[in-house]
């Protein structure tokens, strides 16, 4: 057991989807899995590990924001073994093309996290994913007609901040899709112990409308989402 997942060493497979709400983690397990176990719930933070078309998958939610991603995405790596991380999450357009409901692929995660640069000694750390998901990503997005943008994201330290319209104006010049709070660090840990990582949003609000999706459009893009992640199954032992 790790101090924030109480798995036993086994209980975790070796791909493990990336909920920031843990009650996402369980819904995922509920809707998409069979024979499911729930291996964790310290501090609420559900675990669960089940099978995808006889392929064993875990669910593991991870809070909101980079620091309380970090502790388990580390955990998972440094104490389960895990070889697969993809994050399943939400994200506001900072894009006008995109509509609610768009997916997307994150090719690269901005931030304004001084978590990223501490690493790397106050240098800049360009976080991508790997690019074998990435492909195959697309290509079974296209083959399930599901559409997909890919483009670079903003992870950000902040969900509330003075400046806000005015930051992501500036980031909205650069071409970034849409701000969320995780995804740049999955990228760097990841990079860190050579294990695969991805990430894929859905759009849940448009920031410089206020246009938002309801629970009920939420829903169905949540399970596309889901479906076209698990998907992805077959291509991570390659």
Not at 75 to 83: A, C, H, R
Not at 88 to 104: D, E, K, M, N
Not at 224 to 233: A, F, R
Request: hydrophobic share 40%; proline share 3%; glycine share 8%.
């Amino acid at each position: 057991m790790s101090i924030h997942i109480n798995a036993k060493r086994g209980e975790i497979a070796e791909t493990v989807l990336l909920p920031g709400d843990p009650l996402r983690a369980k819904a995922i397990a509920e809707v998409f899995l069979e024979d499911v176990i729930e291996y964790s719930n310290i501090r609420g933070m559900l675990g669960f590990t089940g099978t995808y078309q006889g392929v064993r998958v875990s669910v593991q939610g991870t809070g909101m924001g980079m620091p309380s991603a970090s502790i388990y995405i580390h955990e998972l790596i440094q104490e389960y073994q895990v070889k697969n991380l993809i994050r399943v999450g939400t994200a506001g357009a900072i894009q006008p093309h995109l509509s609610l409901g768009s997916l997307v692929l994150a090719m690269g995660g901005c931030t304004d996290s001084g978590i990223i640069s501490k690493r790397v000694q106050n240098n800049t750390f360009a976080g991508i994913p790997d690019f074998h998901l990435a492909v195959n990503l697309f290509e079974l997005s296209k083959k399930l007609s599901i559409p997909l943008y890919a483009g670079n994201i903003l992870s950000t330290d902040t969900f509330y901040a003075d400046d806000t319209l005015e930051t992501l104006s500036l980031w909205a010049k650069y071409g970034i899709l849409a701000v969320e709070m995780e995804t740049a660090e999955l990228y760097q840990i990841s990079a860190r112990y050579q294990v695969k990582a991805l990430s894929l949003l859905s759009i849940s609000d448009k920031v410089f409308t206020g246009e938002k999706t309801g629970p009920m459009e939420r829903q169905k893009n949540f399970k596309d989402m889901i479906s076209l992640t698990l998907e992805l199954l077959p291509s991570l032992s390659i």
